[in-house]
């Protein structure tokens, strides 16, 4: 039994990065020197705009949220769990907090002197490599709010690879400009001499107001679409994707995939109303990255084959496994994985309208449904998809079907053999009843929602998760109007969704063991999928649409926005979005393991400490079933 408090916390400390890259001696000097802090639910440890000090600090028991405020409005960055460091800012830069630090429950936490710290650590490579990490990930800038709100707490990197992700990126300064008058002839003339592709348009004050690319000139100007006399206004890109100064090259990246772009502006300030100082352009990251997302994007859009798909999907489920055991954020996995599955599912699309025999009838729309149309979807699992399509005369109606239908085997086929395998339920765009006109789908809604009864429910749930992914997006429009526009007229819908959110019971019973099958192939396995993930998936869906959130399909996203929405039930709100986000990793992890979906997890795979955590999660689904019970009087629903 060890003998002093200074040997207890230096045995905790070695379960633990960057404490488990140093020595046993060294380690014990540190832990003879930490304070050791007990806070009740809501102590501060330190507040927004504070002046740094000379600690940083370990959670030892409970959990920490770190939060900030922006132009009044309270957001939470993420929650620090049993083995996470945070404030480390003083270690990294001597500045001012720009996060706060707030129990949220009872918790012990060891604050570590950063002087004696540094004293024994001054040559330890992988430990500064640790910190300059933890710093990135936990560090808020307010021209980023959008990406970094989301950082998943428990990033532990362990490669350099991962390092390399969170750097600042290296982009080329003072870059080429010309002004708004400027003559197309005479701006390709500069960017011909200098050797770029690119320049940047500005206003009077330097600031970026569009952007001219080699594509621009040759799209626009070398087509005939517009004489080379014209000025640059007439054929830029505008409004111009900006970024700060410090943008890390993981956050470069994920801009010019959701953009569709390959250079970014560099101002000031990070936004367009400042100056345009810096250009990071596609070549910049991938100088920096080598093998990353952006070049499994360009063999997907490259591919003619459904085995070359099949191939760049596969090397999706290496990154996920690298960047899973590296901790990476799990907001950026997320990310990452649906544009990869929604552009394999674009180009499977793509490939079979070449192969039918003639072109579309009239305009469609494909839609991902389920874990695809909520863009969480990080392993193969089945497919869920509905076709939209014009309305036709009723001469034409069977022939316009029947094409569609065709096309639509066509794709199925092609995503199977891709690793997506078909639905059982058979809620795929080739059945008949997934492929409608949109006037169909239309009444088809209206009935579900204005008649509801437990089928309807199951069907209308699966479909309000969808998101466009091919084809003419306005059809997608008009039967998202019609939707809210529909649910308008009833309450009892609302009741439905409610029950079928509830009808879950907790994950843990009585004596707080977790429920697990108790029969079958799966007997002993915990269902993390209908347990904990869809309670909360069913709860956050159910939230956006009485509130009429468009557009946000992402479970975390909409507890977020509900966040916003409702600031008295935001601590509620941000503790569901943490745990579906924690219990998402937790499904990804043991999905890799066992090369399968993840739905049943093995708990005698799970350390005391991932089982502690998993519990935690727990906690939430509980409180938002209970307030599901009381907002919708649910309890006597039957």
């Not at 108790?518 to 002993?524: A, H, I, M, S, T």
């Not at 929405?565 to 219990?583: D, I, Q, R, T």
């Amino acid at each position: 039994m060890k003998n002093s408090i200074a040997e207890r916390v230096a045995d905790f400390f070695n379960k633990y990065p960057p404490f488990n890259m140093i020595n046993t001696s060294d380690l014990l000097k540190i832990a003879s020197e930490v304070n050791i802090m007990y806070l009740e639910k809501g102590d501060t440890v330190f507040n927004q705009g504070d002046h740094f000090n000379e600690h940083f600090y370990m959670v030892r028991d409970g959990a920490i949220t770190l939060h900030y405020n922006l132009n009044g409005v309270e957001k939470n960055l993420n929650i620090n769990d049993v083995g996470d460091v945070f404030g480390v800012r003083p270690l990294i830069a001597k500045e001012n907090y720009k996060l706060t630090a707030t129990a949220n429950e009872e918790s012990i936490v060891y604050a570590v002197p950063i002087a004696i710290f540094q004293s024994v650590t001054d040559n330890n490579a992988k430990v500064y490599k640790y910190l300059i990490t933890a710093f990135a990930t936990n560090a808020y800038d307010p021209y980023t709010a959008e990406e970094n709100a989301e950082v998943f707490v428990d990033y532990i990197p362990t490669t350099s690879n991962d390092i390399v992700n969170f750097q600042t990126a290296e982009y080329t300064k003072n870059p080429v400009t010309c002004k708004e008058n400027t003559i197309i002839r005479d701006a390709a003339i500069k960017m011909s001499t200098l050797k770029i592709g690119c320049i940047i348009v500005t206003n009077s004050k330097k600031h970026p107001v569009g952007m001219i690319t080699n594509s621009d000139i040759k799209n626009k100007i070398a087509t005939g679409k517009f004489p080379i006399e014209t000025v640059v206004t007439d054929i830029m890109t505008s409004p111009v994707i900006t970024s700060k100064p410090d943008i890390t090259v993981a956050d470069g990246q994920l801009q010019m995939i959701k953009n569709s772009i390959g250079h970014l502006c560099i101002t000031k300030d990070g936004t367009t109303n400042s100056e345009a100082i810096g250009i990071l352009t596609h070549h910049d990251v991938l100088v920096t990255l080598g093998n990353n997302p952006s070049v499994i994007l360009k063999e997907i859009k490259r591919a003619n084959r459904t085995k070359k798909l099949r191939t760049a999907r596969l090397k999706a489920n290496t990154l996920l496994k690298s960047y899973l055991e590296q901790n990476i954020p799990i907001s950026h996995i997320v990310k990452i994985m649906a544009q990869i599955n929604d552009a394999v599912t674009h180009k499977a699309i793509e490939i079979a309208v070449s192969k039918m025999a003639t072109e579309p009838p009239v305009s469609f729309a494909w839609l991902a449904l389920g874990s695809q149309g909520r863009r969480e979807q990080l392993l193969f699992t089945d497919q869920d998809n509905a076709l939209i399509f014009e309305d036709v005369p009723e001469a034409d109606y069977e022939k316009t079907k029947t094409y569609f239908l065709e096309l639509a085997k066509r794709v199925t086929e092609r995503l199977n053999k891709i690793g997506f395998e078909y639905c059982e339920a058979d809620m795929m765009a080739s059945n008949p009843e997934w492929c409608k006109s949109v006037s169909e789908w239309q009444e088809q809604f209206k009935n579900w929602i204005l008649e509801p009864d437990e089928k309807a429910v199951l069907l209308s749930s699966i479909f309000f998760d969808y998101s466009y992914i091919y084809g003419n997006d306005t059809l997608v429009d008009t039967l998202t109007d019609t939707i809210f526009e529909t649910i308008d007229q009833t309450s009892l819908f609302f009741k439905y969704l409610g029950r079928d959110a509830i009808k879950s019971p907790s994950p843990v019973g009585f004596f707080k063991q977790f429920l697990v099958e108790q029969n079958g192939e799966q007997k002993d396995l915990f269902n993390i999928k209908n347990r904990a993930l869809m309670p909360l998936i069913d709860s956050a869906r159910l939230l956006v649409l009485i509130n009429k959130v468009k557009g946000i399909n992402n479970t975390a996203e909409r507890y977020e926005k509900m966040a916003e929405l409702e600031p008295e039930n935001k601590e509620l709100y941000h503790s569901c979005s943490y745990a579906f986000k924690a219990l998402s990793k937790f499904k990804a992890r043991q999905g890799l393991l066992h090369k399968n979906s993840g739905k049943f997890i093995e708990l005698e795979s799970l350390t005391k400490e991932e089982k502690l955590k998993l519990r935690r999660c727990f906690k939430p689904i509980n409180e938002i079933q209970e307030t599901l019970k009381f907002k919708f009087d649910l309890k006597n629903f039957g």
